[in-house]
């Protein structure tokens, strides 16, 4: 038989004043909460747990209402509903050893032995800063740094000098990428003895690392993108041992290098960065971006699609809508992609791109060939040299262009208008009929 603690046991571990105090600031919840705890009296539990349910909906902040609606489930013999409701208490409450007491019996129930010792512990012991050091210790040795910095934390306060503790934590926080952190914890030891030689020897490192970090990321915010990447550089240098801080420099500069435009250097390092961290979303959307920028636009779709997949809730826009910008510029190139007729990047400048139109016009003009066959084909490249031309030197059909849009495609243009032949607006050199004979006009 699983039981659940009466009010004399929750008085002994959470105090007298504590238990008269709800949490709840409505009245429809203090309703709630006074109706289930009569109807658990009186032994009406499915009732009794109705409006339990509606105290954790109205206020979901509450340890206490999630242990009380525990007690009703555990009333009912259903020990696995209790469980997630105990953790949440615990979660909210780290310290309410009453919640921690009752899924310790639960755990040792279901076999979980391990986890059950850890919430005796916690109950036996939970002021005696040694065991909790010990058992920060196994969890560092688990690899769990989390668990063995909420082990150590309250170690801090339960010794008048814990130099060792404060050391520990700011270690652990700097292996997590924490470094704010880190150097917090580093300080509160020095305060306890400035002349601490391994607390002043870590705080010099982690001082550093966190100078260079925070400025790369202001130099970012500043859009000076190169200085960034140098910045970062720099962080790979000072710390090239703590995989985190290699995995995030690599990262930004891949970010910054799309930035700049720099589309193969910014494949390479983006590549690099997520055969480090696959799971990470930023690398994949930022080297579909240098995808774009190099024109594979296949590729830039399966990153976007691949980032897609560890945004499970779907809540970042950022891939939502590079998704769909690359799926549109891999349709138009399927069409006509105005960049590789012309030859050019798509950072070219218009100076660049007039260059290579006129370059392309004049060998391809119609006049330059005898057969009607090969008049037809020169034709045909000709209409795309002057259609490119003229979308990549207007700015705004040109920002349509790269946003995904060809706005010379008869479906997107409202109204028809025109020929119809895909020439730009007011531009058709043939329409006179024949002779192909005019001047060239340069913006």
Same mark, same amino acid.
């Given at each position: 038989?699983?039981?659940?603690?009466?009010?004399?046991?929750?008085?002994?571990?959470?105090?007298?004043?504590?238990?008269?105090?709800?949490?709840?600031?409505?009245?429809?919840?203090?309703?709630?909460?006074?109706?289930?705890?009569?109807?658990?009296?009186?032994?009406?539990?499915?009732?009794?747990?109705?409006?339990?349910?509606?105290?954790?909906?109205?206020?979901?902040?509450?340890?206490?209402?999630?242990?009380?609606?525990?007690?009703?489930?555990?009333?009912?013999?259903?020990?696995?509903?209790?469980?997630?409701?105990?953790?949440?208490?615990?979660?909210?409450?780290?310290?309410?050893?009453?919640?921690? *007491?009752?899924?310790?019996?639960? $755990?040792?129930? /279901?076999?979980?032995? &391990? #986890? =059950?010792?850890?919430?005796? %512990?916690? !109950?036996?012991?939970?002021?005696?800063?040694?065991?909790?050091?010990?058992?920060?210790?196994?969890?560092?040795?688990?690899?769990?740094?989390?668990?063995?910095?909420?082990?150590?934390?309250?170690?801090?306060?339960?010794?008048?000098?814990?130099?060792?503790?404060?050391?520990?934590?700011?270690?652990?926080?700097?292996?997590?990428?924490?470094?704010?952190?880190?150097?917090?914890?580093?300080?509160?030891?020095?305060?306890?003895?400035?002349?601490?030689?391994?607390?002043?020897?870590?705080?010099?490192?982690?001082?550093?690392?966190?100078?260079? *970090?925070?400025?790369?990321?202001? $130099?970012?915010? /500043?859009?000076?993108? &190169? #200085? =960034?990447?140098?910045?970062? %550089?720099? !962080?790979?240098?000072?710390?090239?041992?703590?995989?985190?801080?290699?995995?995030?420099?690599?990262?930004?500069?891949?970010?910054?290098?799309?930035?700049?435009?720099?589309?193969?250097?910014?494949?390479?390092?983006?590549?690099?960065?997520?055969?480090?961290?696959?799971?990470?979303?930023?690398?994949?959307?930022?080297?579909?971006?240098?995808?774009?920028?190099?024109?594979?636009?296949?590729?830039?779709?399966?990153?976007?699609?691949?980032?897609?997949?560890?945004?499970?809730?779907?809540?970042?826009?950022?891939?939502?809508?590079?998704?769909?910008?690359?799926?549109?510029?891999?349709?138009?190139?399927?069409?006509?992609?105005?960049?590789?007729?012309?030859?050019?990047?798509?950072?070219?400048?218009?100076?660049?791109?007039?260059?290579?139109?006129?370059?392309?016009?004049?060998?391809?003009?119609?006049?330059?060939?005898?057969?009607?066959?090969?008049?037809?084909?020169?034709?045909?490249?000709?209409?795309?040299?002057?259609?490119?031309?003229?979308?990549?030197?207007?700015?705004?059909?040109?920002?349509?262009?790269?946003?995904?849009?060809?706005?010379?495609?008869?479906?997107?243009?409202?109204?028809?208008?025109?020929?119809?032949?895909?020439?730009?607006?007011?531009?058709?050199?043939?329409?006179?009929?024949?002779?192909?004979?005019?001047?060239?006009?340069?913006?």
């Amino acid at each position: 038989m699983i039981c659940f603690c009466p009010d004399s046991i929750l008085s002994r571990y959470m105090g007298a004043d504590s238990i008269c105090v709800l949490g709840a600031t409505h009245v429809e919840i203090e309703h709630h909460l006074e109706m289930g705890r009569k109807l658990l009296a009186a032994g009406q539990l499915a009732e009794a747990l109705s409006h339990y349910h509606s105290a954790v909906e109205g206020d979901s902040k509450n340890y206490l209402t999630y242990y009380k609606r525990a007690a009703v489930f555990l009333a009912m013999g259903k020990s696995k509903s209790a469980l997630p409701d105990l953790t949440k208490s615990i979660q909210l409450k780290p310290d309410f050893l009453a919640a921690r *007491l009752q899924r310790g019996n639960i $755990l040792l129930k /279901q076999g979980n032995t &391990q #986890e =059950a010792r850890e919430d005796f %512990e916690a !109950v036996i012991s939970p002021w005696d800063p040694e065991s909790r050091e010990l058992r920060a210790e196994c969890y560092i040795r688990m690899g769990d740094p989390q668990k063995a910095i909420q082990d150590l934390t309250p170690t801090t306060r339960l010794r008048n000098d814990n130099r060792a503790a404060f050391l520990k934590l700011s270690m652990l926080h700097y292996s997590l990428g924490d470094h704010h952190e880190s150097l917090n914890h580093i300080r509160e030891c020095l305060k306890l003895d400035q002349d601490d030689k391994e607390c002043f020897s870590h705080y010099k490192q982690v001082k550093k690392l966190s100078k260079q *970090l925070d400025a790369a990321e202001e $130099l970012i915010q /500043q859009d000076r993108y &190169q #200085e =960034a990447i140098d910045k970062y %550089e720099s !962080v790979m240098k000072t710390e090239p041992n703590v995989p985190y801080y290699t995995n995030l420099a690599k990262e930004r500069i891949c970010f910054c290098l799309v930035k700049i435009n720099l589309a193969q250097e910014a494949i390479d390092v983006c590549s690099e960065a997520h055969q480090r961290d696959p799971r990470n979303a930023n690398v994949l959307r930022d080297r579909a971006e240098a995808y774009i920028l190099n024109q594979e636009y296949e590729k830039a779709v399966e990153d976007y699609l691949e980032a897609r997949e560890f945004d499970s809730e779907g809540e970042r826009i950022d891939l939502k809508e590079g998704l769909e910008r690359a799926q549109k510029l891999l349709k138009i190139s399927r069409k006509r992609d105005y960049y590789k007729i012309l030859g050019v990047s798509r950072n070219a400048n218009k100076q660049e791109i007039i260059k290579a139109y006129r370059k392309l016009a004049q060998q391809w003009h119609p006049d330059n060939f005898q057969s009607e066959a090969e008049k037809k084909e020169a034709e045909k490249k000709f209409i795309d040299i002057a259609s490119a031309k003229e979308v990549l030197t207007d700015p705004e059909m040109r920002q349509k262009f790269d946003a995904g849009e060809d706005p010379l495609d008869p479906e997107n243009q409202q109204g028809g208008g025109g020929g119809g032949q895909g020439w730009p607006y007011h531009f058709n050199p043939f329409e006179s009929g024949g002779s192909f004979h005019f001047k060239f006009h340069h913006n």
